[in-house]
Nanobody
Framework: QVQLVESGGGLVQPGGSLRLSCTASGFTLDYYAIGWFRQAPGKEREGVACISSNDGTTYYPDSMRGRFTVSRDNAKNTVWLQMNGLKPEDTAVYYC??????????????????????WGQGTQVTVSS
């Protein structure tokens, strides 16, 4: 079965950290750029971090820069999102998505980018004391 699976979400106190994983099943991530997105209740889905397939170039929207780090290990078929200094406003369902075709990492870091081939089911992150 071809799918992306996110894991690592949960409940964390403000200021805490989480590391989310995005693992591919049924295909290899080697040739796929990966985007991380999130959607909070009542809000539109937004880009969090993106990473290219070949040289690991990363992009973070201005609002995400500094606390989030995306990385990948193609040998493990996994991409991670390290989140530090979490705030209640980071509470959302976090998704990863994979695409083989990008122009730039910046341009792919929007949820409506037209060439995403696979989306995961999402993992809930709740930041609360």
């Amino acid at each position: 079965q071809v799918q992306l699976v996110e894991s690592g979400g949960g409940l964390v106190q403000p200021g805490g950290s989480l590391r989310l994983s995005c693992t591919a099943s049924g295909f290899t991530l080697d040739y796929y750029a990966i985007g991380w997105f999130r959607q909070a209740p009542g809000k539109e889905r937004e880009g969090v971090a993106c990473i290219s397939s070949n040289d690991g170039t990363t992009y973070y929207p201005d609002s995400m820069r500094g606390r989030f780090t995306v990385s990948r290990d193609n040998a493990k078929n996994t991409v991670w999102l390290q989140m530090n200094g979490l705030k209640p406003e980071d509470t959302a369902v976090y998704y990863c998505a994979a695409t083989q075709y990008i122009s730039t990492v910046q341009r792919m870091c929007v949820p409506n980018y037209p060439t995403y081939d696979f989306w995961g089911q999402g993992t809930q992150v709740t930041v609360s004391s």
